[in-house]
């Protein structure tokens, strides 16, 4: 079991940068994926990033790609979205996201454990 918290979420201007953390604990964090997601008001949850147990494959959604960059470190079961250029449309409460495969997945369905989000707001 896994459990997982957000942090770093808060208020910037278009154009500045957060850095999102996904803090683990529980009985074992090894060999899952993560993944973030976000949501904002009256739309689907939306992927964003995601990233294999071994980080040897990643993949951004095309609407980040090129502004965010998902990370983790296992040694501090830790996965991290650092993002920059940020647009008022990335407004949403961001949500990670842990899935019991060593690879990640762009589906919702897929993920096993999933933080309580927290709230990115971009004003323009």
């Known amino acids: 079991q896994v459990q997982l918290v957000e942090s770093g979420g808060g208020l910037v201007q278009a154009g500045g940068s957060l850095r999102l953390s996904c803090a683990a604990s529980?009985?074992?964090?090894?060999?899952?994926?993560m993944g973030w997601f976000r949501q904002a008001p009256g739309k689907d949850r939306e992927f964003v990033a995601g990233?294999?147990?071994?980080?040897?494959?990643?993949y951004h959604a095309d609407s980040v790609k090129g502004r965010f960059t998902i990370s983790r470190d296992n040694a501090r079961n830790t996965a991290y979205l650092q993002m920059n250029s940020l647009k008022p449309e990335d407004t949403a409460v961001y949500y990670c996201?842990?899935?019991?495969?060593?690879?990640?997945?762009?589906?919702?369905?897929?993920?096993?454990?999933w933080g309580q989000g927290t709230q990115v707001t971009v004003s323009s």
């Open positions: 529980g009985r074992t964090f090894d060999g899952y994926a």
């Open positions: 996201a842990a899935r019991r495969y060593r690879s990640s997945s762009i589906f919702t369905s897929a993920y096993d454990y």
């Open positions: 990233i294999s147990w071994t980080a040897d494959t990643i």
